[in-house]
T-cell receptor
């Protein structure tokens, strides 16, 4: 079954601290993996996208990693800011199949001052 | 540079009423999608349109209909709204490669 599981479900950290969010998937055939940030009341916005051959991709303070062998990805946030408070969604794109985009349920991050 | 535009942003319906959610994209994407997002659940695909002139059911199509009016526009219709359709609805479009995939800002629908 094609699934994307994210952990933790929710996380609270203090401003300035780092954190890492996890994404495990059992999706095949794999095309690429994307991390989205979704602010409350808004649509998801893409942070990074990685193909099979890429194992790290950065976007400012966000760094995503991909291990295609173990089918795991992580999103590391450095020096967190209050504006990082949001849900982070992992999405795996399949090369073929009826439902190509498999969504995780997200990690809700709260950054406190 | 609007991307994907959804209207309305908020809507309250009474059970049994009908309405159409509008979506338009200006990126010349071939594929468009409608999702619903409920608390504690991932985005679930309602309907999608791989290209102009085609539409297909997603995971949760019951109670909905869609129209791909042209390449830019993809609408979602609720014929007889039910409280179970209370949700946030997102439209998305893609260029089909998996790399260009963009969401709208959502429509928050409440059915009472």
């Amino acid at each position: 079954k094609n699934q994307v599981e994210q952990s933790p479900q929710s996380l609270i950290i203090l401003e300035g601290k780092n954190c890492t969010l996890q994404c495990n998937y059992t999706v095949s055939p794999f095309s690429n993996l994307r991390w989205y940030k979704q602010d409350t009341g808004r649509g998801p916005v893409s942070l990074t996208i990685m193909t099979f051959s890429e194992n790290t991709k950065s976007n400012g303070r966000y760094t995503a990693t991909l291990d295609a062998d173990t089918k795991q990805s992580s999103l590391h946030i450095t020096a967190s800011q209050l504006s990082d408070s949001a849900s982070y969604i992992c999405v795996v794109n399949r090369l073929s199949g009826t439902y190509k985009y498999i969504f995780g349920t997200g990690t809700r991050l709260k950054v406190l001052a | 540079n609007a991307g994907v535009t959804q209207t309305p942003k908020f809507q309250v319906l009474k059970t049994g009423q009908s309405m159409t959610l509008q979506c338009a994209q200006d990126m010349n994407h071939n594929s468009m999608y409608w999702y619903r997002q409920d608390p504690g659940m991932g985005l679930r695909l309602i309907y999608y349109s791989a290209s102009e002139g085609t539409t297909d059911k997603g995971e949760v199509p019951n109670g909905y209909n869609v129209s791909r009016l042209n390449k830019r526009e993809f609408s979602l219709r609720l014929e007889s709204a039910a409280p179970s359709q209370t949700s946030v609805y997102f439209c998305a479009s893609s260029d089909g490669t998996g790399f260009g995939y963009t969401f709208g800002s959502g429509t928050r629908l409440t059915v009472v």
